[in-house]
């Protein structure tokens, strides 16, 4: 017999399919096309590959408005369950808007972004390998003694074809591991390579480490796959947890006991609360660490595979293993050291740091630059609108979620208070312990102290965005195809497959703009 419980976590989501498409034949939503993804992701590829001089800048601001257009459009009107109950068409949509902006207004892509190229050398020799070309910052370089291979630093190129590669590199890229905006918290360079490159960039911004110290390409694609599948059976767990718990199919508002074994929980004051928020933050944590685990599995694993296909399609050095650092970093020492500032800066992903940053630094140019020079308002500014952009990509896709969200009061809040909180408790270390006693406080009780505070801050925050990603319907996907949990018998009458129905059907309202395939 199936259990009730897990059973009615597949009828809601067969429920809201239903009612979508009620309401999609109704005119009250519009459907969400593959075309519509195409073209929202082709268009600022196209813009980015004509140059200034050929009119680029006026081309790059026009795709730019009509991107801003049909995102709104989308916000508005086009749903989709795919993706968290629709949680992801707003979430990149936002994200999208963002990193448009960074790339068509707050930065000149020609001036301003340079990516690591690698060419091969003879072996008799050096040389560069013909049909590739170096910028102007190229400089004479040292082979690599291993694969022969020489660095340089590679600007918008002026040859087409290697412009294609170069800027779809630019585009579909989110921590920028070979560009000159390499994410801060990512993996050591190689000596070797930084040495060739020497523009003091990198060496500036990043530990630089002998070649011995770093992780092989073997090594860390082992280290991918081990991560790829610790996740996918943690995620299974989790999915079986939260099918058993009305609280993350929904049932918000009413006060239920946990089911076992976390129901002794409701006997603790803020025992439920914090079971709620901790396992929301684990399937937050655990899904990222699984999707960006398949970066390295793809890319670098390919590469090796097929190193010379790999060169030929692309000049950044794909096989290089620094180009493929956790996507979090490490979390105690950041957390007891640095308190929230540590937790949010170091161990949380940055996976939308630069577009932020670059909004931000956007924002001080505007500024009088008798403030924009300040320190304390610089900080301030980059808090401030990192937390309010996140929070505003996280309340897009609350709002475009095909059940009754919080997108202000929930998420948006929720970022936000996080930029208050960073900047009281900076406050209050930067200025007000120096002239207490208590700058003299031993190293024990500065880590109990700031664990604590991270802990009821982010208990009592966590509840924000915890509650909309339940009342949303987020949890009510499924993240694994085959489940070996419920294939033995954990969630009775479940079965080993869990991905039910169709991801994709094709639809007609009779009008040319309104047919074709629908994401479902």
């Excluded at 050398?121 to 291979?149: C, F, Q, W, Y």
């Excluded at 294939?487 to 991801?503: D, M, P, S, V, Y």
């Amino acid at each position: 017999m199936a259990d009730p419980r897990t059973s009615f976590s597949r009828y809601l989501t067969e429920k809201n399919e239903s009612e979508l498409h009620v309401l999609l034949k109704q005119g009250v939503f519009k459907p969400l096309f593959l075309y519509h993804v195409v073209s929202f992701n082709f268009l600022p590829w196209v813009a980015l590959l004509i140059p200034k001089r050929q009119g680029g800048q006026y081309f790059r601001r026009l795709v730019l408005a009509l991107n801003l257009a049909y995102g709104i459009e989308a916000l508005r009107t086009n749903r989709a369950l795919l993706g968290g109950n629709g949680y992801m068409i707003g979430m990149l949509v936002a994200w999208w808007l963002i990193w448009s902006a960074t790339l068509f207004v707050f930065s000149d892509v020609e001036r301003d972004f340079q990516r690591i190229e690698r060419t091969t050398t003879d072996i008799d020799g050096p040389g560069l390998k013909p049909g590739r070309e170096i910028s102007s910052r190229a400089n004479t370089m040292h082979s690599d003694v291993d694969n022969h291979a020489q660095f340089y630093w590679q600007a918008y190129p002026s040859k087409f074809t290697h412009r294609i590669e170069w800027c779809a590199g630019l585009l579909f890229n989110l921590r920028g591991p070979e560009w000159n905006w390499r994410a801060p918290r990512l993996g050591p360079i190689p000596k070797t390579v930084n040495e060739q490159l020497k523009s003091g960039f990198l060496s500036k911004h990043h530990r630089i480490e002998n070649d011995a110290s770093c992780l092989t390409a073997k090594v860390r694609l082992r280290r991918a796959f081990r991560t790829c599948l610790t996740s996918y059976l943690i995620l299974d767990a989790l999915k079986v947890i939260m099918m058993r718990d009305p609280y993350f199919r929904g049932t918000v508002e009413v006060d239920v006991v946990p089911p076992l074994p976390f129901s002794f929980l409701a006997s603790i004051p803020l025992g439920v609360r914090f079971y709620h928020c901790f396992f929301s933050c684990m399937g937050v944590y655990i899904a990222l660490n699984f999707v960006t685990s398949f970066n390295p599995i793809c890319f670098l694993g390919l590469s090796l595979a097929f190193p010379n296909a790999s060169r030929k399609l692309t000049g950044a050095p794909l096989d290089s293993a620094w180009l493929y650092a956790d996507s979090f970093g490490p979390f105690f020492s950041p957390t007891l050291d640095h308190g929230l500032a540590g937790a949010w800066g170091q161990w949380w992903h940055q996976l939308f740091r630069y577009g932020f940053t670059a909004t931000a630094r956007w924002v001080l140019s505007l500024l009088p630059t008798s403030w924009g020079t300040k320190s304390d308002v610089k900080r301030v500014t980059y808090i401030v609108i990192g937390f309010a952009l996140s929070g505003f990509v996280h309340a897009c896709g609350s709002y475009t979620q095909f059940k009754g969200t919080r997108p202000l009061t929930g998420p948006f809040s929720f970022f936000f208070l996080q930029s208050l909180a960073i900047i009281v408790e900076y406050t209050f270390k930067a200025v007000i312990v120096p002239k207490t006693p208590m700058s003299s406080t031993p190293r024990w009780l500065r880590r109990t102290t700031n664990a604590t505070i991270v802990f009821f801050w982010l208990l009592l925050s966590g509840g924000l965005i915890a509650d909309d990603f339940a009342r949303g319907g987020l949890w009510l996907m499924e993240p694994v195809p085959f489940s070996p949990l419920r294939g033995f018998g954990l969630a009775n009458g479940q079965g080993w497959w869990c991905w039910q129905g169709t991801w994709f059907a094709y639809w007609s309202d009779g009008t040319y703009w309104g047919s074709g395939v629908r994401v479902i």
